[in-house]
């Protein structure tokens, strides 16, 4: 039988990959959640930067992270945390300088350095979620359509 036919594979990975989208969605949108209703603006020096590569299969080359290192005032005590930052941002910037910073009230170590690195990872994500929803949708669409067409 055909797999046109027997769909059993896709109706099982649609929930699930909803499920693994969903999910990941809801640790972007907490995370802006939690920035939103207990961010705390602040100035902070750069401290430093670094990067981490995560190895793929060969031959593909290693995926680059790019991190940077800030230090603020909270509460009287001085605060050093890092946070991912895009390539551009990491690039452009040098120890010492001063940068605008958003930190959680209950977690100074928790930082957003670079918003608009969040904003384009979650634009990112929400693309890859649409093309995978719709890699899901088309068999189906495409099997009711031809069902449709089919004379009886």
Known sequence: ???AKKPWELLFAVPVLALVLGAILWNF???RSAFATDGIEAEAT??????????QSHPKPPVTHYYAIVRFQHDGAEIEADAEVSHGFYRNIEAGRVVPVTYLRDDPKTVRIDERFET????????IALFLA???????????????????
């Open 46 to 55: 750069l401290a430093g930067r670094f990067t981490r590569s995560l190895s």
């Open 120 to 127: 384009s990872e979650l634009i990112q994500f929400a693309l």
């Open 134 to 152: 719709g890699c899901a949708v088309v068999p189906f669409v495409f099997g009711w359509w031809k069902r449709r067409r089919t004379p009886v």
């Open 29 to 31: 949108v907490d995370r």
């Open 1 to 3: 039988m055909s797999q």
